[in-house]
Structures are given as C-alpha cells and as structure tokens.
C-alpha cells in the first residue's frame, strides 16, 4: 500500500518540544523532497518547512525558523521535523507531502493523512 504515515503529535505545553514523523511505504522517497504542511482550525493550509532529497537543502516558514528543525534518513524512508519552542499558535493538523515538479511547478503527489499538535497556553 502506497502510503505517508506523520506520528509523533501529541499535546504539549507552550516553551515544550515534539519530534514528528513521516514514514513512506510503497512508493520511492529517497529521491525526492518531502515538505511539512500545517492547517490550524478555521485557516488556510502553510507550508512549514521543506527538505531536499539529500538533505543538504533545508527551508523553513519565517513563523518557525530558528525553533522547527527538518531532517531526514533515507535509510529509514523518514522525514523528521523537530519542534522546539512551540507556542500556542502551533496548534495544528500537521502534514507530510512528497514533492515532485509538474510542468516546471513544484507540487505534490502524496499526503499524509496528518497528525494532531497541540500546544497549551
């Protein structure tokens, strides 16, 4: 079954930390970038951060720069995201999305089905 799988949400305090993960199985993911998407209640989905294929290409939303670190093991078929710092505004259904270029665009093929952060004030 071709799937990406995020774990690692969970309820947390504000100032606290969660490691995310998106774990594919059937499908090639060593070649390709993986972002992290987030969509809180009410809002439209962003995009959170993004790695390269080799994992020396990172980028990050300016809201989370310097507290959310991406990483990946190819190895392992997995892509992290460490959360640090979190805060309120945080809280969110978080998503893992495999990149692929579409007519020269940057889109995505596969999604995760999300994981729950939630993060107390």
């Known amino acids: 079954q071709v799937q990406l799988v995020e774990s690692g949400g969970g309820l947390v305090q504000a100032g606290g930390s969660l490691r995310l993960s998106c774990a594919a199985s059937g499908l090639t993911f060593r070649t390709y970038a993986v972002d992290w998407f987030r969509q809180a209640p009410g809002k439209e989905r962003e995009f959170v951060a993004s790695?390269?294929?080799?994992?020396?290409?990172?980028s990050y939303a300016d809201s989370v720069k310097g507290r959310f670190t991406i990483s990946r093991d190819n190895a392992k078929n997995t892509v992290y995201l460490q959360m640090n710092s979190l805060k309120f505004e945080d809280t969110a259904v978080y998503y893992c999305?495999?990149?692929?270029?579409?007519?020269?665009?940057?889109?995505?093929?596969?999604w995760g089905q999300g994981t729950q952060v939630t993060v107390s004030s």
């Open positions: 790695i390269s294929w080799s994992g020396g290409i990172t």
């Open positions: 999305a495999r990149g692929i270029v579409r007519g020269g665009v940057k889109a995505y093929d596969y």
